[in-house]
């Protein structure tokens, strides 16, 4: 019999997502100053550049460390410590006027993104049964919904203040939420204790920077150069080797025999399909938006109608966590994530001849916006049922981590798309209209291998009874008895 939510799980709930979307806040940030970069920095746009890949790689390291750190030490402690970071990054960035010191910034701001996978988790250890599965459903959209929402803020803000103003309002929104956090969530007692694996740390921390480094990097430097060929060759060496150590250690970093369990290994690798999936709608819609009318598949809209364009889809996503925990409950996660994926295909497809209008890219985005919400509603659930709870962080910060692969190498090979099929407009070489159309069906092709992919996950779960704590987990799941 299932009670009505108390205040507190309320408070929890809306304090966990806010800071999930704060944080992902940061990955549309400065799409709309980019292109000023070089001159407000006084920097090589090939330097500027690593104001973005520094917080994807940033990112890629921190997530699954401070997910191991939350199972030992606290989740709140480490969250607490994510949003500091988000602070302290945000004002570096706000007060610098050169490029190292916005480098660092943008570096520390990466380093906050374990707050979505650590919120899952305390979710998980603190709230009852019946409140969990659409609390993760939306604490897990929110990675979608704060880049959704970001990108039209950010574009208002650029072009009606000075660009410093948006970094001053994600610190601003970054001591909300660490106010917030420090009022309405709790410690969570469930903890694995033990030592830190810094050799692991540190492998896992090379191996993922030299695989994302070489991924977001390559067309710049060339896809067959020897520094983009090198980067995936001591990728290959330094995880498998890393991959040995794991195996061996008594506390690793990572653990490979949980990973590989069929559930969560067949989860992940799903997850990277939705990631790529989810993250070419992002790169297409807003610039066929503000592409000009005369190349006559472009739309000449602003940066900021682009962006509000894109904002319903995070709306959408955030409307649909609960339907996606109802679904969970009634017919298992598995079944979630294939609905999802199937949805965001059909939205790929319907862009491909809807693409003249501006309520047609409103209706893709927000047909797409459901589909991710879906998908991601149903990855904490699935992983969940297949880890103990004192295993939770880590477990959801490496499905996390799987997101952020796929949307790494869908940036890249879209960029390889645009770059390749070109069109001549006043002596200007532009993306033409088929090549947005090959990402589009890129787009829906990897939805559809993530719907093949999530179509090996086990039907019966089989949630890990640790205690009352993970057993609360067991309807997020639905899959158990």
Not at 269 to 292: K, N
Not at 331 to 339: A, Q, R
Request: proline share 5%; glycine share 12%; net charge neutral.
């Amino acid at each position: 019999m299932s009670h009505p939510p108390s205040p507190r799980s309320n408070a929890v709930v809306a304090v966990l997502a806010f800071a999930g979307i704060v944080v992902s806040l940061m990955q549309t940030l400065v799409i709309p100053i980019v292109p000023e970069l070089p001159k407000l920095l006084d920097a090589p746009a090939s330097d500027t550049a690593w104001a973005v890949t520094a917080t994807l790689l940033a990112a890629a390291v921190a997530t699954p460390v401070m997910g191991r750190l939350g199972d030992m030490y606290g989740k709140r402690r480490m969250l607490l410590v994510s949003v500091v970071l988000l602070v302290t990054g945000s004002v570096v960035c706000a007060l610098s006027d050169t490029l190292v010191p916005m480098i660092v910034g943008r570096v520390l701001q990466g380093l906050a993104s374990g707050v979505i996978p650590l919120g899952i988790s305390i979710m998980r250890d603190e709230l009852p049964a019946e409140r969990l599965g659409s609390a993760t459903a939306l604490m897990s959209a929110s990675l979608g919904i704060g880049g959704a929402l970001g990108l039209p803020a950010a574009a208002l803000i650029a072009d009606n203040f000075d660009w410093h103003v948006l970094f001053w309002t994600s610190a601003g929104m970054g001591v909300v939420a660490l106010g917030c956090v420090l009022l309405f969530v709790p410690e969570s007692k469930v903890r694995t204790g033990g030592r830190f694996d810094l050799v692991g740390g540190m492998g896992m921390a090379a191996g993922l920077v030299c695989l994302l480094l070489g991924i977001s990097k390559g067309a710049d430097w060339g896809w067959t150069s020897g520094t983009t060929l090198g980067l995936f060759v001591a990728a290959v060496v330094i995880l498998l080797a890393w991959g040995w150590w794991e195996l061996r250690t008594e506390q690793p970093l990572v653990d490979l025999r949980t990973t590989a369990r069929r559930q969560v290994l067949v989860t992940n690798l799903a997850s990277i399909a939705v990631g790529f999936a989810m993250f070419a709608m992002s790169l297409v819609i807003p610039q066929l938006l503000q592409l000009p009318a005369q190349t006559g598949y472009g739309l000449g809209k602003s940066m900021l109608v682009a962006g509000l364009c894109m904002a319903p889809s995070g709306l959408v996503m955030m409307a649909t966590a609960p339907v996606s925990a109802a679904i969970s409950r009634a017919k298992g996660p598995k079944v979630t994530l294939m609905i999802g994926v199937l949805i965001v295909a059909a939205g790929y497809g319907l862009n491909i001849v809807l693409m003249s209008e501006v309520w047609h890219f409103i209706l893709v985005a927000c047909i797409i916006g459901a589909g991710v919400g879906f998908g991601y509603g149903s990855m904490p659930a699935l992983i969940m049922s297949a880890v103990p709870a004192s295993e939770t962080a880590a477990a959801n910060s490496l499905n996390t981590l799987m997101r952020s692969l796929g949307t790494s190498t869908a940036s890249a090979v879209a960029g390889v798309i645009l770059a390749q099929m070109t069109t001549n407009l006043g002596g200007y070489a532009l993306p033409s209209e088929n090549a947005f159309k090959v990402v589009l069906a890129v787009g829906a092709g990897a939805a559809l291998l993530a719907f093949v992919v999530a179509s090996f996950i086990p039907r019966q779960g089989s949630p890990v009874t640790d205690g009352p704590v993970a057993q609360a987990a067991e309807p997020a799941g639905a899959t158990a008895k």
